[in-house]
């Protein structure tokens, strides 16, 4: 049983109050289902994910049909699933059968009005798509609006990626101490910890140059993905790191730890993490 606000269970006695009188105040979605109807078992958990998607747009009120098969034979239900739409009252479209999400976010459009957009999801969707910087106006508005730990460390994610490495650790830091542990955290505390090794080593550019004059210098390739880490610019870092492993001993254990913690940073929903994560994998297997 569904602990949504939006999802409610509908019996023969209280149809007509929680189904056909609420929809003078919100669409209703009646759903008409069972436990042995193998459609039912996709589309029931569809449904009341949407239903909290969309936050009141529509109440999605159940009718198990093993439990009420009158008040199914009374609508007329002659297959399961089916879904019949109530707006003020009286019947507006309906569906049968487990129709796919796309399908039945497009019906649903035609009926009911959308959400508004959340700037939490917004943000972290970009984030997946590694647009951090356009997440990071969504994900500020989040953090006013909610000003919780996922909120805030959201936002520093997006920061750090955008470059705004300092602002992403003041985030951080002001986070209680049990909420630093979160690997979120941890991986915007690594990126600081990196900055204060790199202090007293040539810049990016200077270990760019010495790199492309002496491209065996594996001290200099070391250096040069630390500073490359610092500035944002991981993926540049995985390529020299993996690098090493290959094809530097002495390195090769300080390049793996220093990968790994570079994964970290960029974080598991980064785009191109998993890519990385295979080919360390395959490295040292």
């Excluded at 202090?199 to 002496?214: I, N, Y």
């Amino acid at each position: 049983m569904s602990t949504s606000p939006h999802v409610i269970e509908i019996t023969a006695e209280n149809f007509k109050e929680q189904a056909l009188d609420a929809s003078l105040q919100q669409p209703v979605l009646i759903y008409f289902w069972a436990q042995w109807c193998e459609p039912c078992k996709t589309l029931s958990p569809l449904l009341e994910r949407l239903a909290d998607e969309y936050r009141g747009g529509f109440r999605l009120a159940k009718v198990d049909c093993d439990q009420q098969q009158q008040l199914a034979m009374q609508v007329g239900i002659q297959s399961l699933p089916t879904a019949l739409l109530i707006k003020e009252g009286q019947p507006v479209d309906q569906f049968v059968g487990a129709v796919p999400e796309g399908e039945l976010r497009k019906w649903l459009g035609q009926h009911v009005e959308a959400p508004p957009a959340d700037p939490l999801t917004e943000g972290k969707a970009l984030l997946l798509e590694g647009r951090a910087a356009e997440a990071v106006p969504y994900l500020r508005t989040a953090q006013r609006q909610r000003g919780d730990t996922e909120s805030t460390l959201e936002l520093a994610r997006a920061l750090l990626q955008s470059g705004e490495s300092d602002e992403a650790c003041a985030l951080v830091e002001a986070l209680p101490s049990d909420e630093r542990n979160d690997p979120r955290a941890q991986a915007i505390l690594s990126r600081k910890e990196l900055a204060e090794q790199v202090k007293d080593l040539p810049d990016r550019a200077s270990l760019e140059q010495q790199l492309a004059a002496t491209p065996e210098d594996d001290g200099v390739r070391m250096h040069l993905a630390l500073q490359l880490i610092v500035a944002g610019d991981e993926l540049s870092a995985l390529e020299h790191l993996l690098h090493l492993i290959r094809h530097d001993r002495e390195r090769r254990d300080e390049a793996h730890q220093l990968a790994l913690k570079t994964l970290g940073i960029l974080g598991p929903e980064h785009p191109e993490a998993r890519r990385y994560r295979q080919k360390l994998f395959q490295l040292l297997h």
